[in-house]
């Protein structure tokens, strides 16, 4: 009880000293919080882009697509018939908003003058707009089902062939049986995945049509999309086991294992984040034992005291640990606090972020509080505050006693 | 048994290459009871000799035995605790804890032996009364004179009810007058609780006090003269009234 209370008395002793160190512990917490709420967000904008813009959470292909398809990707679509009946059993689990099925194919977009190479998608027009939130529209108008020979370009493409909304196009294409064959498309919108690379040469059309121009009433796969990206996982445990009860030879492939670009920025902005952690480690780390050193310093005839009047080594050590451990609690919770209002302030204030690399859409900053990110900040804040004072304290315990004593 | 027993005692500091010899080859037994004086010039070795009966320095040559116990066999959490239960400590400057008022300074020895906040605090309280300190529990040493706050370190040596009480120089900071309240008090605290006092100091008014003197020269006792005044054996054998 009085050991405690001296431990809270010295803190309390040296105000400015204290203050220094608890602004050390706090700048540490709250540089940590901020970054990594800011890239959790980050991260989150990515994934939940690429998710609602491309790959859905989950998409469904016939079986050996992943492995031959890119050869020849017209041995690999899933029939009609496996289509309505997966369609059937996807949609019934509860996780799932909705299951949508697409058709690639590569072509040959012209305008008559000039000609460039295409990634086309047939797509159900309604589903569609459901499950690519994320893609923007940035000229014309939406697709719909009755809009037959309706195309939206991809905006980079769009400007690259100097399109006019309502601009007749000629798209041409292998068909599924290696003949050739070409169609007739209306340029009635533009838009924008994202993605850069994407949009410089994609366009989307009605499944319909595509399937038409390929001669084809197959799909290429079938995109799911979850009420809940943590769903993701459990869902592909389950569809796995269903499509093995009911025989159907399709497989799987979830966000996850689509998004190499996404890994890409995750891993590297980890590793950002990993040598910042090191950098406000050391700082905040040297801060505090420079202060605890010098209060030690301070202290010497102290503690020779404590230690004559009946202190072990383990005792002085204790209080000063102690000390570090009261600053570091303290310095903790403020630094979650502050961080947390910081956040709110930074994501309130609406700043936008200068576009990110291969990226066509620019975001305000938003900077994530999530618990887990909290606590274990200030866990590390407090941590650091402890393992900074292992060596004053050590130094502390070690004194000889009767050179300390003779300390004036 | 004696209180403290010293066999051969020296002690060497290394200073150039030539080492000083600040203790040689002492012999040394006090009994309880006892009220020492330890008398010699400057650099004669008396806070060497406390040191070492302090279980804070460890001798080259010889064994210092306190309660019974050989020091050289002790591990410095051993010592720790000896120094905890058995001796007292009064300092020139006092060495009071500055954030700590006068009871939690007192309390604190105890605090260290893990004794229950409320016992601690009531002994503490006891103990400040004792030296004439019970209006003054609260105050923090700041806010006492050198001979209060001297008082405060004199109830922090004796409240763990410790065998001796080792004081180097305990009145060099005080003017005379309190100097001599201070003895005072240590005499009666002396005979009143049976304690053993053993302290070095300069000052010769301490000598009329003294039931036993020592005297040092050049890490050498030339002197150890029994007094009959003011041993507490005596005096109880005599029927003196107390205090
Ligand atoms: N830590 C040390 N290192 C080197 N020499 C020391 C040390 N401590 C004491 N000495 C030397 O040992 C001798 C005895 O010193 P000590 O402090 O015991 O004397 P003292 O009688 O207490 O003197 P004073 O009355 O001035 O306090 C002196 O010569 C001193 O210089
Ligand atoms: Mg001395």
């Known amino acids: 009880m009085l050991r405690l209370k001296l431990a809270l008395l010295n803190v309390l002793r040296n105000g400015r000293r204290s203050f220094i160190t608890l602004l050390a512990i706090q700048f540490g917490v709250i540089s940590l919080i901020l970054m990594g709420g800011f890239f959790a967000s980050m991260y989150e904008g990515m994934r939940e882009g690429v998710i609602r813009s491309q790959l859905g959470h989950i998409q469904i292909y016939q079986q050996g697509f992943n492995q031959f398809g890119s050869q020849q990707p017209e041995e690999y679509l899933i029939d009609a018939e496996v289509l309505q009946k997966v369609t059937k059993l996807v949609e019934e689990l509860e996780q799932v908003e909705l299951v949508t099925p697409r058709l690639n194919f590569t072509g040959l977009l012209t305008d008559g003058s000039r000609s460039l190479a295409v990634v086309v998608e047939g797509i159900n027009p309604e589903k569609e707009a459901l499950l690519s939130s994320a893609v923007k529209l940035t000229a014309g108008e939406d697709l719909f089902e009755e809009d037959t020979d309706g195309a939206l370009i991809g905006d980079g493409l769009f400007k690259s062939l100097n399109l006019s909304v309502g601009a007749s196009l000629t798209l041409m294409a292998t068909t599924a049986d290696g003949s050739f064959d070409a169609r007739d498309v209306t340029a009635i919108g533009a838009i924008s995945t994202g993605t850069r690379e994407v949009d410089n040469r994609f366009m989307r059309m009605n499944l319909q049509h595509a399937q038409e121009l390929m001669y084809t009433e197959g799909v290429t796969r079938l995109v799911v999309l979850l009420n809940d990206t943590k769903h993701t996982d459990e869902v592909m445990a389950l569809l796995s086991e269903v499509f093995q009860e009911q025989g159907l030879a399709l497989e799987l492939r979830s966000w996850s294992d689509l998004a190499d670009y996404y890994h890409e920025v995750v891993n590297l902005f980890d590793g950002i984040f990993f040598v910042v952690q090191i950098i406000v480690l050391a700082i905040v780390l040297l801060g505090i034992v420079n202060t605890m050193v010098m209060a030690v310093m301070e202290r010497t005839q102290e503690i020779g005291t404590i230690r004559a009047i009946g202190g072990t080594r383990g005792e002085v050590m204790g209080l000063f640990i102690s000390e570090a451990f009261i600053l570091g609690l303290i310095g903790s919770v403020l630094g979650v606090i502050f961080s947390i209002l910081l956040a709110q302030g930074i994501t309130a204030a609406s700043i936008m972020m200068p576009t990110p690399p291969g990226s066509s859409q620019n975001y305000p900053i938003r900077i994530f509080t999530e618990a887990d990110l909290l606590w274990k900040n200030g866990l590390f804040g407090l941590l650091i505050a402890v393992i900074s004072s292992i060596y004053p304290a050590v130094k502390a315990s070690r004194m000889v006693i009767t050179k300390a004593l003779r300390f004036a | ?243």
């Open chain 2, 1 to 243: 048994m004696a209180v403290v027993k010293l066999k051969g005692v020296s002690r060497y500091f290394p200073v150039g290459n030539k080492p000083i010899t600040a203790l040689d080859k002492v012999d040394l037994t006090l009994e309880r009871g006892e009220f020492v004086v330890l008398r010699g010039a400057s650099g004669s070795g008396k806070s060497t000799l406390l040191n070492l009966i302090g279980a804070m320095d460890d001798p080259n040559e010889g064994e210092v035995f306190i309660h019974g116990k050989a020091l050289s066999s002790l591990s410095d959490k051993q010592k720790s605790q000896l120094r905890s239960h058995y001796i007292g400590f009064i300092f020139q400057s006092f060495n009071l804890i500055p954030v700590l008022t006068a009871l939690e300074n007192v309390q604190y020895p105890l605090s260290l032996q893990r004794i229950a906040n409320n016992e601690a605090k009531d002994r503490a309280a006891q103990a400040l009364a004792q030296v004439g300190l019970a209006d003054f529990i609260h105050r923090r040493p700041n806010q006492l004179s050198g001979g209060q706050m001297q008082r405060v370190a004199i109830a922090r040596a004796l409240v763990t009810k410790p065998d001796i009480i080792l004081a180097d120089e305990p009145t060099a900071n005080l003017d005379s007058e309190t100097s001599k309240q201070i003895m005072d008090l240590l005499g009666s605290l002396n005979r009143e609780t049976g304690v053993t006092f053993l302290f070095a100091t300069h000052h010769d008014f301490v000598l009329s006090r003294a039931s036993r003197i020592l005297e040092l020269k050049d890490g050498h006792i030339v002197k150890d003269e029994q007094l009959q005044n003011l041993n507490l054996v005596d005096q109880i054998a005599s029927g003196e009234k107390v205090g």
